[in-house]
Structure formats: structure tokens, C-alpha cells
């Protein structure tokens, strides 16, 4: 039956949590921003299988990468292997990792990465919507980032990119260097192992399934992560997608 439940606009967070759930489904019932003039038709948020990896997925793939990495040795694998546990562990749009064709400044800068042992992040000084944020990430991440800086990317000066061309080390890596990666690494490993192939939102949507299926549903924290303006965006996007996964953990464990 079609959710009923009406939620407004530009709410607050603290108002978000306010918010009802649907009468026939029991979850957060979060509409999609309608544009004018397209009716007052509500949906249910979620994405498809062929957007993300399941966290079992995701965990092969990154420990494939990580082994590939070692065999060949070589530049090139290791800063694959560290672009997927960048965007893997962080939620980070590709964007905001290399440069792009609609936004050649906005890529990952040497100066961004703050590697202290005791409070390890990544800066994004302008993400999308040129929202900046700060996404506090692992020590094991930090180490594994300070190690990749000091041996691939010596006098590199604060203002080069963390992920370079391979020509110039001054350079940022382009999205569409890192898209035939993507296809490569899909033929690789195989998209039937994957389950889908490999694009560049892949990464960041399954990370934040994996972070909600962790942290019960905390849509508000993930909205902070990922950069988004509302958290009713980050609902919208995510709500149906982890009840479904929730109930296969549950079913497997039983």
C-alpha cells in the first residue's frame, strides 16, 4: 500500500527525529524533494542492488586490492589499493578524492590529511554544494595513509594533490583515469563475484550502509559524514536499503 505519512521541508535535525513512521512498512517515511508542478506523489527511498556492495562484498574486494597491491609492488597498485580504502572507509564522493572535468580544484590536497595519533581525519575543504567537512577516520587508516605519503609521495608540498597523475606529481589524478580503474578492476575481479559493476558512488553508498547497519540507523551522524545539507536527504537515499539488509542479517543468524 502507498505510505500515507507526510514529513515537511527544511526541517531541523532535531525535528527530524521527530518525525512519523509509515503506517504499512513501520520505517521513516522521508518524501523526495518534489520539483513544481510534478504532483504531490511520495516515495520511498532505498537503493538498488547494483549501487553498492554488501559489506561481506566489500571486505573480499578491499582485501583483493590489498593483495594485488603487494604481489605487484609497484606504484601504481598501491595508490588503487589506497584510492578504494579512501573512498571504502570514508564515505567520500570520487569528487572530492581526484579532480573532475566540472570541478578541477576541488580533489584531496597533501594539507587535508591530518594524520595525529590522536585524532586522525581528512579535511574536505570544499565538497559538493562547497560544503566543507571534517570525516574523522581509523588509525589503522591514518597509518596506512601516512605510509603511502611518505613512500610515494615524497616532497610532495602541502597544496599537491594526495592522489597524483601519474605523469606529474603535481597534478591531481582525473575522474576519468580513475573510471577506467574502475572498469579494470571490475574485469579483474570479476562483476559476478561483485555482483554489479564498478562506478564511482559504489564506494561512498557502501559505506554508508555499512555505517548505518553498525551504528542502529543513525541518519543524522551519516549526514555529517557524507556532506550532506539535510539529513532527510541522507534518509531518503539509505532508509529501505538497510531494513532490507537488517532482515537478511537477521534471517542468516538464525
Known amino acids: 500500500p502507498a505510505c500515507n505519512t507526510v514529513a515537511g521541508q527544511g526541517q531541523t535535525l532535531a525535528e527530524l527525529a521527530q518525525w512519523p513512521t509509515c503506517a504499512s512498512c513501520g520505517t521513516a517515511n522521508v518524501p523526495r524533494t518534489r520539483k513544481p508542478g510534478t ?85 574536505v575543504k570544499v565538497g559538493k554544494g562547497r560544503v566543507s567537512r571534517v570525516v574523522r577516520i581509523s588509525t589503522s587508516l591514518a597509518k596506512l595513509l601516512a605510509w603511502y605519503v611518505a613512500e610515494y609521495r615524497k616532497g610532495a608540498g602541502p597544496d599537491d594533490p594526495v592522489i597524483c597523475s601519474e605523469r606529474c606529481s603535481t597534478v591531481p589524478a582525473q575522474y576519468r583515469s580513475f573510471d577506467v580503474k574502475l572498469k579494470t578492476w571490475t574485469r579483474q575481479y570479476g562483476a559476478d563475484k561483485l555482483g554489479l559493476t564498478l562506478r564511482g558512488h559504489v564506494f ?50 538464525q
Open 204 to 253: 561512498r553508498h557502501s559505506f554508508a550502509v555499512d555505517f548505518l547497519l553498525k551504528n542502529n540507523n543513525d541518519y543524522v551522524a551519516l549526514a555529517e559524514i557524507l556532506g550532506h545539507s539535510d539529513a532527510s536527504v541522507t534518509m531518503t537515499v539509505y532508509c529501505h536499503t538497510t531494513d532490507g539488509r537488517a532482515r537478511q542479517m537477521a534471517e542468516r543468524m
Open 39 to 123: 504532483g504531490s506523489k511520495r516515495h520511498h527511498g532505498g537503493l538498488t542492488r547494483k549501487k553498492y556492495l554488501d559489506p561481506d562484498t566489500l571486505r573480499a574486494f578491499r582485501q583483493w586490492m590489498a593483495a594485488r597491491a603487494k604481489e605487484r609492488n609497484d606504484r601504481r597498485a598501491y595508490t588503487d589499493w589506497i584510492i578504494v580504502e579512501i573512498l571504502s572507509r570514508t564515505g567520500l564522493r570520487a569528487g572530492e578524492l581526484v579532480s573532475t572535468q566540472e570541478h578541477p580544484d576541488r580533489y584531496l590536497r597533501i594539507a587535508d590529511l591530518v594524520l595525529t595519533e590522536a585524532d586522525p581525519s581528512i579535511e
